[in-house]
T-cell receptor, first 115, second 111 residues
């Protein structure tokens, strides 16, 4: 079974631009969540979607947004990029259906560098 | 608010020595805890989940609700265990469904 797939893997953007990252979850998984990983702050939760609905959002500014499609694929968008947005953005998926389905699997991430 | 604390940023041991990576949590509900590992240039991988009570790659972790701890242990460390280890707590109550991670512990196993 294919794992969580993220595209693009690497990208460089300029301050003020916007970026869209894509995630395909494991087949059958309906929950998709996004995390930001930086050396200083570690792994921080961005938001989680289940059946196209955002269920929870982390403590990030409104420049960070996301959505989920009917096939469970998800995208996240960051507008008006700042240097501090440089990070590894991780997508994760889960069945999210009780204890046995609560294991969360991660993709390889999208490395974003803002210059 | 839930919180996960990994007190050691760095841990260095010799091959064959026992290793213990500490994790403490604060959570008002019934916790679901995980250990994730990130080897160099690889994705974050699930190592253990407390519900399973299993041993993976020789690692075990026991949930101690009294001490609010979920320490990761291995009796004999191997060089291939060198990696970044993250303890994580799942909040799956109500409309929440998110992992809170500790800051991680970088384990180095020396030959």
């Amino acid at each position: 079974k294919a794992g969580v797939t993220q595209t693009p893997r690497y990208l460089i953007k300029t301050r003020g631009q916007q970026v869209t990252l894509s995630c395909s979850p494991i087949s059958g998984h309906r929950s998709v969540s996004w995390y930001q990983q930086t050396p200083g702050q570690g792994l921080q939760f961005l938001f989680e979607y289940f059946s196209e609905t955002q269920r929870n959002k982390g403590n990030f500014p409104g420049r960070f947004s996301g959505r989920q499609f009917s096939n469970s694929r998800s995208e996240m968008n960051v507008s008006t990029l700042e240097l501090g947005d440089s990070a590894l953005y991780l997508c994760a998926s889960s069945l999210a259906t009780g204890h046995t389905g609560n294991t969360i699997y991660f993709g390889e991430g999208s490395w974003l560098t803002v210059v | 608010a839930q919180r996960v604390t990994q007190p050691e940023k760095l841990l260095s041991v010799f091959k064959g020595a026992p290793v213990e990576l500490k994790c403490n949590y604060s959570y008002s509900g019934s916790p679901e805890l995980f250990w994730y590992v990130q080897y160099s240039r690889q994705r974050l991988q699930l190592l253990l989940r407390h519900i399973s009570r299993e041993s993976i790659k020789g690692f075990t972790a026991d949930l101690n609700k009294g001490e609010t701890s979920f320490h990761l242990k291995k009796p004999f460390a191997q060089e291939e265990d060198s990696a970044m280890y993250y303890c994580a707590l799942l909040n799956s109550g109500g409309s929440n469904y998110k992992l809170t991670f500790g800051k991680g512990t970088l384990l180095t196993v020396n030959p």
